[in-house]
């Protein structure tokens, strides 16, 4: 069983930055593919960014390219997603998730919501004009 906490949403000015943090419990966090994914009123819940369970490789929307940085710190079973230059678009709730394979991936197995398998509650990114 693995449990996702997600901290450090919130309002934000146009602009400006976040850095959200993904904690996670279970011995077996550090090999697996880890993501972030938002979800804005009434719309479906996208994939962000994805990193790979070793780190060494990383996977970002079009959307946040240039903007979003995700990283991962196994040995405190944390995942980050470093987010710039936000804009009012980026205004949803943000989700960490745990990829359903163990080890390597392909990049197509990070974006679609049906590979992974366990979800945080979520927490608020607003991004005012």
């Known amino acids: 069983q693995v449990q996702l906490v997600e901290s450090g949403g919130g309002l934000v000015q146009a602009g400006g930055s976040l850095r959200l943090s993904c904690a996670a419990s279970?011995?077996?966090?550090?090999?697996?593919?880890m993501a972030w994914f938002h979800q804005a009123p009434g719309k479906e819940r996208e994939f962000v960014a994805g990193?790979?369970?070793?780190?060494?490789?990383?996977y970002y929307a079009d959307s946040v390219k240039g903007r979003a940085t995700i990283s991962r710190d196994n040995a405190k079973n944390t995942v980050y997603l470093q987010m710039n230059s936000l804009k009012p678009e980026d205004t949803a709730v943000y989700y960490c998730?745990?990829?359903?394979?163990?080890?390597?991936?392909?990049?197509?197995?990070?974006?679609?919501?049906?590979?992974?398998?366990?979800w945080g509650q979520g927490t608020q990114v607003t991004v005012s004009s």
């Open positions: 279970g011995r077996t966090f550090s090999t697996y593919a």
């Open positions: 998730a745990k990829n359903r394979q163990a080890g390597s991936l392909s990049p197509s197995n990070y974006e679609a919501l049906g590979n992974y398998d366990y």
């Open positions: 990193i790979s369970w070793t780190g060494g490789s990383t």
